[in-house]
């Protein structure tokens, strides 16, 4: 079965931090891009980061640039954001996709990914 698994969301503190993974399964991730996305309720979908398959072009929203990062690991087809000094603006339920072009990934079609995930619950509040 292809599919991509979100974990590690969790109730945090503002200025805390928290490491989301993205583990694929039934394919091969990094011969795929992959992006994080959010939603908070009553919002629409925010593109968080993308990631090039080989790891070496990346995309941070201004938002959670310098704050957030991206990261792969072949050896567990697993992709990484690590979030740091976090916000109660940062909120939201998280998703990572996955596309054969990274230039989706990053652009305005980013919606139609190859695959999706069923996200995971980030909640910054003291």
């Known amino acids: 079965q292809l599919q991509l698994v979100e974990s590690g969301g969790d109730l945090v503190q503002p200025g805390g931090s928290l490491r989301l993974s993205c583990a694929a399964s039934g394919f091969t991730l990094h011969s795929y891009a992959t992006g994080w996305f959010r939603q908070a309720p009553g919002k629409t979908r925010e593109g968080v980061t993308c990631?090039?398959?080989?790891?070496?072009?990346?995309y941070y929203a201004d938002s959670v640039k310098g704050r957030f990062t991206v990261s792969i690991d072949n050896a567990k087809n697993t992709v990484y954001l690590q979030m740091n000094s976090l916000k109660p603006e940062d909120t939201g339920k998280y998703y990572c996709a996955a596309y054969q072009s990274y230039s989706v990934c990053v652009g305005s079609a980013r919606g139609q990914a190859d695959y999706w995930g069923q996200g995971t619950q980030v909640t910054v509040s003291s």
């Open positions: 990631i090039s398959s080989s790891g070496g072009s990346t």
